[in-house]
């Protein structure tokens, strides 16, 4: 079973997220802010993590930057799903190796889900 880490401060988004992937199968977990997600990548290694970048005491930009500096974690696939619709941040990001940048108002939820389960199945293929 994929685990999924959604890393975002609105908690009932976070829960819309999680109700979501967890009807098609996947384990999911939920931090509210980067420090709380660093404690998670601790206990496990997720197949995906869908980050927001403005959150409280750690956003996702330092999020990134450190999970990147870890060589256990710096290839987990993210999908930055964020409200920024600035070009700038995509850039950004990007440059430190997400895999997708979603701007929340532009996508639903099957896209969303969509997106998570070709990542999951693509990294599940390279390791067999």
Do not use: C, W
């Amino acid at each position: 079973m994929a685990y999924i880490l959604i890393v975002e401060d609105k908690i009932f988004l976070s829960n819309i997220m999680r109700v979501r992937l967890e009807d098609e199968g996947y384990r999911v977990k939920l931090a509210s802010d980067g420090k709380e997600a660093l404690k998670l990548l601790e206990e496990g290694i997720p197949d995906v993590v869908l980050l927001d970048l403005i959150m409280p005491n750690m956003n996702g930009f330092d999020f990134l930057a450190q999970m990147k500096e870890n060589v256990l974690y710096k290839d987990i696939p993210v999908i930055v799903t964020t409200n920024l619709n600035q070009n700038e941040d995509m850039i950004r990001v990007k440059a430190m190796g997400v895999t997708e940048y979603i701007v929340k108002s532009d996508i639903t939820m099957d896209e969303l889900e969509d997106k998570v389960t070709k990542i999951v199945k693509k990294n599940t293929n390279s390791h067999n």
